[in-house]
């Protein structure tokens, strides 16, 4: 079955090669083998879809909570909305008017460059460490994967007497250069051992046509890329979007993300589910709809990444 | 220059970040083209083009940085006076922080160790079953979403309310606890039970990630083993054990030591769930709280370290095995 060897590799070790040639047969087969064998008690089943519902209702709960009237979800239980029906969308606009709106607003702002910027250093740097000789070259892309292991607590401080320093504290700036610093060790790592098992034949043939670097770059392996590349994006714009640790530490004021401002409301408005439990699905809306828009590549990049912490 | 650094109107902020991205497009640019002349240009400074501006970030954002909290964390509180090991002994020897470090035990050991059973049990329970995909979405959902959110979700579980004539609890878990008859409890306040119920909250996130990397790896056991051990009349329970387990340690290992690790520096949902009071603080959290509310950098720094201490051989031994697994292939 090569589709299921590949996955085992993508756990171990991460390739390209998910989308290569014997993928549909093996997708037939799996399908045919699944048919045959299917677990014959469906109780298994009913097992597992019960735990699977166990697992959504504290999530339910919330969600119902933020479309109940204020009054109500003071009174009872978020249960009870099954037997008095009766919503509004007034929290959101409560909480847009709090100012979780400009928050969203900072959180978009913040997350963009962070995942573009951090991709595209990790690319070139990938190549060059992929289809560069050069002296060195091993000792150093070990010296990035080692980087992997410092764990952000030990950079913030400095980090942040050094954004002081240059007066651009409290500003996007600090918030796009940690998460880009930060992000560059897995993804130069992910996207090397990707680009290392692009065909040497593709790249030889395009240098002996005479291409430099720059050329093979963007017209051969880029192109290939596009999956790997999609895997590693999910994966640094949720990390991004969700991060609560970096933006507490760097983005103030006017930058405020929505993690920091409703850990903030969490803290300053202890009780006030009328705007917590709103705020939060502000907060989850996006990373959600990207997660069941691009499960696929989500999936992939986590097989990939299972290294990082 | 003000114009960069005080976005304050959301028109402002969103073409500021078209600045930044295409000031980023420019320069990279530049670089680029300077160095795409085969002939003329050395390798060196080829490669200095590609791989010197992560290079020079990293050492910025990482190297630096780390060396520097490694100082610090031998200096006094405000980082004037050097004060040698004082601060790693207080760790290790101060009340409040002996339970920091207690807890963290407790999240590292427990929330690896069960979020693993769980993903491996369920994934072996929803192989091959109707409705394996919707069921492993849901469970897999948690993962997306932000230790923010994931923290309220589940102060909203634990939500109390005083036990009194005409109160009612909102909170679900008391609710429940009301209708079997039982007084409801203030879960998130009483020492050393509300650890575990913030333990439980790392466990829904992360039981996931672990089911779907070994679901996975479960799914690409060689058919003919299976077949084999059926052949033999081998039960389920046995094919779980003989079979499944052995066939996808690698997957295991991979899994455990990357659930350890996020556990270690685990620090978004104890901020939001308890704030890191009524001793639920672990060293991720205790790091914070003493460099920037208590402004206590020294110590703060030498919990930053230890940290970073403690992940070492966690990921040490997860290369080791996964070169191991290698070999074997």
């Given at each position: 079955m090569s589709g299921q060897t590949d996955t085992s590799r993508v756990v171990t070790n991460p390739t390209g090669e998910i989308e290569s040639r014997p993928r549909k047969l093996s997708r037939a087969e799996k399908r045919a083998i699944a048919a045959k064998n299917r677990l014959s008690s469906p109780a298994a089943s009913v097992i597992a879809l019960l735990i699977a519902a166990l697992w959504t209702v504290p999530t339910l709960g919330l969600l119902i909570t933020s479309f109940r009237v204020e009054s109500d979800i003071q009174t009872d239980?978020?249960?009870?909305a099954f037997a008095r029906p009766l919503f509004t969308g007034y929290n959101y606009v409560s909480a847009l008017e709090t100012g979780l709106g400009d928050n969203f607003v900072n959180t978009l702002v913040i997350t963009i460059p962070a995942v573009v910027i951090p991709i595209t250093l990790a690319l070139l740097a990938a190549y060059a460490f992929a289809w560069i000789p050069f002296r060195g070259r091993e000792l150093l892309f070990v010296a990035v994967f080692a980087?992997?292991?410092?764990?952000l607590q030990v950079t913030l401080i400095p980090l942040l007497s050094l954004y002081v320093d240059l007066g651009i504290?409290?500003?996007f700036w600090t918030v796009w250069l940690s998460h880009t610093m930060f992000g560059l060790p897995l993804a130069i790592f992910l996207l090397h051992n990707f680009m290392k098992d692009v065909p040497a034949s593709l790249v030889e043939a395009a240098r002996m046509d005479g291409a430099g670097h720059v050329t093979v770059f963007f017209k051969v392996l880029l192109p290939l890329l596009v999956p790997a590349i999609a895997a590693f994006g999910v994966f640094q714009f949720l990390w991004v979007w969700n991060d609560l640790l970096i933006a507490l530490t760097?983005?103030?004021?006017?930058?405020?993300?929505?993690t920091s401002a409703i850990a903030d409301l969490a803290g300053t408005r202890n009780n006030a589910w009328y705007l917590l439990a709103p705020g939060a699905f502000l907060a989850m809306a996006v990373p959600l709809a990207v997660f069941l828009g691009l499960q696929r590549f989500f999936v992939r990049g986590l097989l990939a990444g299972s290294v990082k912490g | 220059m003000d114009w960069l650094l005080d976005a304050d109107s959301t028109a402002h902020k969103l073409a500021l970040m078209v600045v930044a991205v295409l000031a980023f497009v420019v320069v990279m640019g530049v670089i680029l083209f300077a160095v795409d002349k085969p002939k003329r240009v050395p390798t060196w400074l080829v490669v200095a083009g590609f791989v010197g501006p992560a290079l020079l970030l990293v050492t910025i954002g990482l190297v630096y940085p780390a060396l520097n909290t490694l100082w610090l964390s031998l200096k006094s509180p405000d980082g004037s006076s050097f004060v040698g090991l004082d601060n790693y002994q207080q760790v290790f020897t101060s009340d409040n922080l002996q339970l920091v470090l207690r807890n963290t035990v407790l999240w590292v050991v427990l929330v690896p160790l069960i979020s693993t059973a769980f993903g491996l049990i369920y994934a072996y329970l929803v192989d091959r079953t109707r409705f394996e995909s919707l069921a492993k979405a849901l469970i897999f959902l948690p993962m997306a979403i932000s230790g923010v959110a994931a923290g309220l979700i589940w102060r909203f579980v634990y939500e109390y309310r005083p036990d009194q004539p005409g109160i009612e609890q909102i909170g679900l878990l008391n609710q429940l606890l009301v209708w079997l008859g039982l007084e409801p409890y203030q879960f998130l306040l009483h020492q050393p039970w509300n650890t575990f119920f913030l333990i439980v909250v790392m466990i829904w996130i992360n039981a996931g990630f672990a089911m779907t990397v070994l679901s996975a790896s479960i799914k690409a056991i060689s058919d003919d083993i299976v077949e084999a051990a059926r052949l033999d009349g081998a039960s389920s329970f046995q094919m779980f054990r003989s079979v499944t387990v052995p066939s996808i340690r690698p997957a295991l290992v991979v899994v455990l030591t990357t659930v350890a690790i996020s556990t270690l520096k685990v620090f978004d949902i104890v901020y939001v769930m308890t704030g890191g009071q009524f001793g639920t603080s672990v060293v991720a959290s205790e790091f914070y709280s003493q460099s920037f509310r208590q402004f206590n950098q020294g110590l703060g720094a030498a919990l930053a370290v230890l940290l970073f201490v403690l992940v070492i051989p966690i990921i040490v031994y997860n290369v080791r095995q996964m070169r191991l697994a290698e070999e074997v292939r």
């Open positions: 239980g978020w249960w009870n980087l992997q292991v410092v764990p504290d409290g500003s760097f983005a103030g004021g006017d930058a405020t993300p929505l | -």
